[in-house]
């Protein structure tokens, strides 16, 4: 059952520090999400890439955040340094490219920032 | 830029009746239109979607119809089981681009028994 593997889980840490979020996309697709879920905002597109080429990141603040493909397996994002705003559950989805558009999720790394 | 209203934000039902959730999108480019649901503490999965060149569609309980030109799709679940109750997200993309998915805001249903 081929499924989006996101780590950590959960991650407890303190202003300042810096944190980095890493997913490994089904076998095969190409083309790859990052989600942030708040109660108040729903599902908010941070960033996605297309055979490993970020497509949009508008939706990231670019003073903290960055997002990486450093290989078709690997996908990150990084805040640097993290705020207490930050605290969300951030979610990874893949896509096979010229597929049917179907997003398949991972389970998500909750993010607390003290 | 690219929106996607949702509406309402929560919903509760009795078990057996129907629950309807509306959407509209800004971007008339877009051309397929999925709806997830999400239980507590899970992943989005999608349940049903809708491409732009079908009115409406039909899986069990669910449908989904389209209007393009108001710019507008619902979902509509029929005869609700409590297993129903989760939050719902319609979502909006286009195959142009690499399927940009943007998601509304989320519907919280509860169907209670």
């Known amino acids: 059952d081929a499924r989006v593997t996101q780590t950590p889980r959960h991650k407890v840490t303190e202003m300042g520090q810096e944190v980095t979020m890493r997913c490994q996309p089904i076998?095969?697709?190409?083309?790859v999400f990052w989600y942030r879920q708040t109660m108040m905002q729903g599902l908010e597109l941070l960033a996605y890439?297309?055979?490993?080429?970020?497509?949009?990141d508008s939706g990231m603040p670019k003073d903290r955040f960055s997002a990486e493909m450093p290989d078709a397996t690997l996908a990150t994002l990084k805040i640097q340094p993290s705020e207490p705003r930050d605290s969300a559950v951030y979610f990874c989805?893949?896509?096979?490219?010229?597929?049917?558009?179907?997003?398949?999720f991972g389970e998500g790394s909750r993010l607390t920032v003290l | 830029g690219e929106n996607v209203e949702q509406h309402p934000s929560t919903l509760s039902v009795q078990e057996g009746d129907s629950a309807v959730i509306k959407c509209t999108y800004s971007?008339?480019?877009?051309?397929?239109f999925p709806w997830y649901k999400q239980e507590l503490g899970k992943r989005p999965q999608l349940i049903i979607d809708i491409r732009s060149n079908v009115g409406e569609k039909k899986d069990q309980r669910i449908a989904v119809t389209l209007n393009k030109t108001a710019k507008h799709f619902s979902l509509h679940i029929t005869e609700t089981q409590p297993e129903d109750s989760a939050v719902y997200f319609c979502?909006?993309?286009?195959?142009?681009?690499?399927?940009?998915?943007?998601f509304g805001a989320g519907t919280r249903l509860f169907v209670k028994a």
């Open positions: 076998l095969g697709h190409n083309t």
């Open positions: 890439f297309r055979n490993r080429a970020p497509l949009d």
């Open positions: 989805a893949s896509a096979l490219g010229g597929g049917t558009g179907e997003l398949f």
């Open positions: 971007d008339s480019a877009s051309n397929y």
């Open positions: 979502a909006a993309s286009k195959s142009t681009g690499g399927f940009k998915t943007i």
